[in-house]
């Protein structure tokens, strides 16, 4: 898989997070344990990151994909597990605007675009 295809696959895994989580909150179940998302090297993006060349971790926008990433992951670990524990009011909360996850997504999502669009 190129760098480009891999970005532009992570953007959209990750970008579907969110419907998960509402879906977990609605319900209070979940196919995802938290205890697996908090890992950023667990999905495919991640394990694509962290087996990246060292041509492609010399990019100026690895290193802060590589930190949001991880910072995506807790932050929806902890929404999710706050929908399993059914507490569907704090988890609506941690995944509103201006919340750690939105924070987080949006940062994430931000860099991971910018970084598609500096590869050729």
């Not at 209070?28 to 938290?34: A, F, H, L, N, T």
Request: aromatic content about 8%.
């Amino acid at each position: 898989m190129s760098m480009k295809e891999a970005i532009k696959k992570g953007i959209g895994a990750h970008g579907m997070w969110k419907q998960r989580l509402l879906k977990a909150i609605k319900s209070g179940e979940s196919e995802w344990v938290p205890e697996v998302v908090c890992q950023d090297n667990q999905c495919e993006f991640g394990k694509w990151l962290y087996s990246c060349s060292p041509d492609q971790k010399s990019s100026p926008h690895y290193n802060n994909v590589k930190e949001l990433h991880a910072e995506f992951h807790k932050s929806a670990a902890n929404v999710l597990a706050l929908a399993l524990e059914k507490k569907q009011a704090e988890a609506e909360k941690q995944i509103s605007v201006g919340s750690d996850y939105a924070n987080n997504t949006n940062a994430l999502t931000k860099e991971m675009m910018q970084w598609h669009s500096n590869v050729s």
